[in-house]
Structure formats: structure tokens, C-alpha cells
């Protein structure tokens, strides 16, 4: 069994990597942060996941937006400008001579307390802001077999609850998610919104295929996904029909081909979904996802050069 799309080949080279912690390029042992930090503490912060391709940390602008909306909406003061922290990110991939196959984690907390306690005015210093970039690729096997998903019973929320448009530290009920998912014996939890439409994964978004029509969930209820986005952008580029839609598992079982998108594997097929094999299951029954793939990686490939061209 996997871990998700989030699997990887190990290599050695991450021993050796800087990591970028408040302004410093430190050796990934020495980069530690304080028991009182608020990110321990509460999980009180926001992240993303870049993935770099020819150095440079693909669709990035689109990144730095949703990192900094999250942070405005939580009060919380980065502490840097959209062109220092980009500068930040390139200096860290500088001092450690990465091109390819890197995956950056850009996690930003509200900072060090005075006392383990939720009030975001005990807090006694500027936001923790960390730059880890590790080489990462893709399990090969994960892109080959696909995943199989199980329909957890944890929900994704209603915005009043706890807004899943925050890519915020706080993912425990992904987390609870992802523990019923691989219990079961699945790959990946397939999570529904408070409604019992499809909703997103725990790590991912999802789609499915049906009659030459490509169909995701409304978005009520998801992250606001750049790969997802993409996908979303390919498809008119494509002219393929797609829609952002409420939909149930009975249209998800009777699918043609079913496939979840994010920034560190990009397009993944789904093999099955609570034990129904679908055409994905076999590379022959992939014919959206290969002509989805091949587009999500021209548009890889032109955001990169016009970042080089910058």
C-alpha cells in the first residue's frame, strides 16, 4: 500500500540540505523552532507546498496569493513582502544548488509565545517563517497503479466551522480522514461536505470523468487548489467540457475515469473507490488523464520560462 500521492523516492541528499528559518540558512539538523512557537503549540499558521521545475518554484505567484490571503484572514503579519520572501525561497534553492525534482515546504507561524495559550496576543516576537526544500519525486509506482480511495465519514465543514479554503497548520480532520482511509486499506480518504455530495480528498483534489465531460466538486468545501485550478485552466484550453458541481458517490462509481490533482504529483489516477474498480484502474482506460497530464505540463512548462524570462 502507498502513502498517497505524497510518497517518495528517498534520496540520501536531504541529509545534507539548508534550511531557510527566519532570515538564516541553517543544516536541517540545526533548524529547529521553539517548544512556545505557536505552530506547536496550536497549529496556529499557514503553509504551502511548491514544487520546483528548471529553479523555479512553479506558479508561484498564485502560491504567495493564497499564503498571504490565509494570513490576512487569521491577523496574522508574515513579516515579509511578497518580494522578500520570493527572494528568500530563491536564495535558499541558491545555497543548495537545486534545479529539479525539489519540493518546497513554506510553512509561516504566528510566532514564539509567552505561555502555551490560544490568545494570539501572548505572542512575544515576529511570525516563524520556515523554507524547507527537500529532493523529492513522485513514488513511480503510486503514478503507475493509481489510487485506490474510501469514503471516510469525516466531513469537510461549513466555512463558519473552521473555512477549508485555510491552508492552515490545523489539518486535523485530514488527518482523521487519512487514519479511517488507510485503516480500511485505501490509499487516500475521499471526504464529502455536510451536504453528502463530494467534497476533495484529505491531500488532494478529485475528479472524475464522465461521457467526455470532466467534473469536480463545487468548491464549497475544498481548498482553493493551484493544481486544481490548472486543471480546470487546461481543460478550456483543451476544449474539453468541464464543470465545478455538486455531485454524489452514486456519479462517482458509474465514472468512466477518476483522477486527483496537487502540487507534488500533479495528476494522479484513481484505480477504485470503495472497492469499484473503474477505467482507471488500467493505463488503457486513461485517455482524459494522459491528454490532462500532457496539458497541465505545458502550462508547467510556460509559467516556468516566463519566470526565467523575468
Known amino acids: 500500500m502507498t502513502h498517497g500521492t505524497h510518497d517518495y523516492v528517498d534520496d540520501p541528499r536531504n541529509a545534507a540540505i539548508q534550511v531557510w528559518l ?9 533548524a529547529t523552532v521553539s517548544v512556545l512557537d505557536s ?27 493564497r499564503l498571504y490571503e490565509g494570513a490576512r484572514a487569521l491577523l496574522l503579519n508574515i513579516g515579509l513582502t511578497r518580494e522578500a520572501l520570493t527572494d528568500a525561497i530563491y536564495q535558499t534553492l541558491s545555497s543548495n544548488q ?4 525539489v519540493h518546497i515546504r513554506l510553512m509561516v507561524t504566528r510566532g514564539l509565545k509567552r505561555t502555551p495559550y490560544q ?21 513511480p509506482a503510486t503514478l503507475e ?35 479511517q482511509a488507510y485503516t480500511a486499506g485505501a490509499d487516500e480518504a475521499l471526504m464529502l461536505d455536510p451536504h453528502g455530495f463530494v467534497a476533495t480528498c484529505n491531500s488532494t483534489h478529485f475528479f472524475i470523468v464522465r461521457r467526455g465531460e470532466v467534473w469536480t466538486s463545487s468548491g464549497e468545501y475544498c481548498l482553493g487548489g493551484i493544481t486544481r485550478s490548472k486543471v480546470l485552466t487546461a481543460c478550456r484550453e483543451l476544449g474539453i467540457p468541464a464543470f465545478e458541481k455538486r455531485f454524489s458517490l452514486t456519479d ?6 477518476a483522477f486527483v490533482t496537487g502540487t507534488f504529483a500533479g495528476l494522479v489516477p484513481v484505480c477504485a473507490v470503495d472497492g469499484r474498480q473503474l477505467g482507471s484502474a488500467t493505463p488503457a482506460g486513461r485517455a482524459m488523464i494522459a491528454r490532462l497530464q500532457q496539458g497541465y505540463r505545458d502550462l508547467v512548462q510556460r509559467d516556468v520560462k516566463q519566470r526565467g524570462a523575468a
Open 22 to 30: 527566519n532570515g538564516e540558512l541553517k543544516p536541517r539538523e540545526q
Open 39 to 65: 505552530g506547536f503549540v496550536l497549529g496556529d499558521g499557514v503553509w504551502e507546498g511548491l514544487r520546483v521545475v528548471g529553479g523555479h518554484p512553479v506558479f508561484l505567484d498564485e502560491h504567495l496569493d
Open 98 to 101: 537545486m534545479q529539479d525534482g
Open 119 to 139: 490568545d494570539p496576543r501572548v505572542c512575544v516576537g515576529p511570525a516563524t517563517v520556515v523554507i524547507l526544500p527537500e529532493y523529492k519525486t513522485p513514488l
Open 145 to 179: 497503479t493509481g489510487l485506490r480511495l474510501f469514503t471516510v465519514h469525516v466531513r469537510r465543514g461549513y466555512p463558519d466551522v473552521q473555512d477549508p479554503k485555510l491552508n492552515s497548520h490545523s489539518k486535523l480532520n485530514c488527518i482523521t480522514a487519512c487514519i
Open 252 to 257: 462517482v462509481y458509474g465514472a468512466d475515469e
